[in-house]
């Protein structure tokens, strides 16, 4: 959907005459053919007996597909490392995207934890660099091509194409979460809160986790003293 959304932003762009332009070196094409070889990995369908022989390149694929943040990532991580032949359990998988947000880090601090009841701390180290070294070589990839890029107006066009379609995804996430919230007082006072500080006042969200999270406690603290 993202890459027909980007398609539509360049075939209906008003400049049609305009040619990309991209030079790629030798290691550019090697670094490339090797990622490609870690998506086909993940995307392929594998029997059980090949999960484990093929975990970490498919975690290197893994890392390439995910957008949105740590709660994106656990679908694919649980078809991953939740399997028979990997032998992670469903208890520990979610005590692990439990446990995660009350350590620093991003959400994705979970992977060195999986690696490590894969294969103890060999598997917790090659977990970690399978699920972001590759991932982070593309992103340098793309950076060391974008300024020739984002001179061409048909490729600006079609990146302003595929941020409104990304926006849209995330406005209709939010509206699919808000229709659960329980309509409380409470609730909407702390949505509130936070919209006024990203939209007006520009807090950084740390300020705004960090002024919820002790609202929160002295309000429980309050409910136990009563």
């Not at 939209?199 to 002790?214: H, I, Q, R």
């Not at 309000?219 to 003293?225: K, R, S, T």
Request: charged content about 10%.
């Amino acid at each position: 959907m993202l890459g027909a959304a980007f398609g539509t932003g360049w075939l209906v762009s008003p400049v049609r005459n305009s040619r990309v332009v991209v030079s790629f070196a030798r290691g550019d094409w090697q670094m490339l053919t090797a990622l490609s070889v870690f998506l086909v990995l993940f995307a392929m369908p594998l029997p059980h007996r090949y999960e484990l022989a093929l975990l970490w390149p498919r975690l290197a694929g893994a890392g390439m597909t995910l957008f949105g943040g740590g709660f994106s990532a656990l679908p694919v991580l649980k078809t991953l490392f939740v399997t028979p032949a990997i032998g992670v359990s469903d208890n520990d998988f979610t005590l692990a995207f439990s446990l995660s947000p009350l350590s620093p880090g991003p959400l994705l601090n979970v992977v060195p934890f999986f690696g490590y009841l894969v294969d103890g701390w060999v598997g917790a180290l090659i977990a970690t660099l399978a699920l972001f070294v590759p991932s982070g070589c593309l992103v340098v990839l793309a950076q060391r091509h974008l300024h020739q890029l984002k001179a061409n107006p048909r490729f600006e066009h079609g990146m302003r194409i595929l941020r409104a379609v990304t926006t849209a995804f995330l406005a209709v996430a939010v509206l699919r979460i808000a229709a659960h919230v329980p309509f409380k007082p409470v609730y909407l006072l702390t949505a509130l809160f936070s919209a006024m500080c990203f939209a007006k006042l520009k807090v950084p969200v740390y300020v705004v986790y960090g002024t919820v999270a002790v609202v929160c406690g002295l309000w429980l603290a309050y409910g136990a003293l009563i």
